[in-house]
C-alpha cells in the first residue's frame, strides 16, 4: 500500500496582514477604564453655603522652629535666642496659638540635657506638641 504525496502548488506567501487581537483587547479594557470613571468625575455637588460673620477661616497649623547647634546655641526660627529670650518666645507663641506646634532640632553632638532644657521651657510655656525634626541644623 502505497501512500501518495501531497503536492502543493508552487511556494506559499507569507502572511502580511496584523494582527489585530492585542489591540482590540488593549482599547477594550481602555473602554471599560473610562466607563468605570466617567460618572466619578462629574459627580461633584454645587452648593450655595450661608456664610457666617462670626467665624473665621481656620489657619494651617503654626508651627515654631527651635534650633540647638553643635556649640550649645539656641536659634528660634533660624535667630539666635538667650534661654531668656527662649523662654519669652515660647510663652508668646502658647498664648496667640495654643495648638502651636515646637518644631526640633539639635545637632548630634548637643548633650541631652541641653535638649531637656528647651522642651523643659516648651512644657513650662505650654506648649504641648513638640515634634523633633531629623535634618541638619544650619550653622
Same mark, same amino acid.
Given at each position: 500500500?502505497?501512500?501518495?504525496?501531497?503536492?502543493?502548488?508552487?511556494? +506559499?506567501?507569507?502572511?502580511?496582514?496584523?494582527?489585530?487581537? %492585542?489591540?482590540?483587547?488593549?482599547?477594550?479594557?481602555?473602554?471599560?477604564?473610562?466607563?468605570?470613571?466617567?460618572?466619578?468625575?462629574?459627580?461633584?455637588?454645587?452648593?450655595?453655603? %450661608?456664610?457666617?460673620?462670626?467665624?473665621?477661616?481656620?489657619?494651617?497649623?503654626?508651627?515654631?522652629?527651635?534650633?540647638?547647634?553643635?556649640?550649645?546655641?539656641?536659634?528660634?526660627?533660624?535667630?539666635?535666642?538667650?534661654?531668656?529670650?527662649?523662654?519669652?518666645?515660647?510663652?508668646?507663641?502658647?498664648?496667640?496659638? %495654643?495648638? /502651636?506646634?515646637?518644631?526640633?532640632? $539639635?545637632?548630634?553632638?548637643?548633650?541631652?540635657?541641653?535638649?531637656?532644657?528647651?522642651?523643659? +521651657? +516648651?512644657?513650662?510655656?505650654?506648649?504641648?506638641?513638640?515634634?523633633?525634626? $531629623?535634618?541638619? /541644623?544650619? %550653622?
Amino acid at each position: 500500500m502505497t501512500f501518495g504525496r501531497l503536492e502543493r502548488g508552487g511556494q +506559499a506567501a507569507p502572511i502580511s496582514e496584523i494582527n489585530v487581537t %492585542p489591540l482590540v483587547d488593549v482599547l477594550l479594557v481602555l473602554v471599560v477604564i473610562l466607563l468605570v470613571t466617567a460618572p466619578l468625575l462629574a459627580s461633584a455637588l454645587r452648593l450655595d453655603l %450661608p456664610q457666617a460673620a462670626g467665624t473665621r477661616p481656620a489657619d494651617a497649623p503654626r508651627f515654631l522652629s527651635v534650633s540647638i547647634d553643635a556649640q550649645g546655641q539656641r536659634f528660634v526660627n533660624d535667630q539666635p535666642a538667650t534661654a531668656a529670650q527662649l523662654s519669652e518666645r515660647l510663652a508668646q507663641a502658647a498664648r496667640d496659638n %495654643p495648638d /502651636v506646634e515646637l518644631r526640633l532640632r $539639635a545637632d548630634q553632638s548637643v548633650p541631652y540635657g541641653r535638649v531637656a532644657e528647651v522642651m523643659g +521651657a +516648651a512644657q513650662q510655656a505650654g506648649l504641648a506638641r513638640i515634634a523633633f525634626v $531629623a535634618e541638619p /541644623v544650619k %550653622p
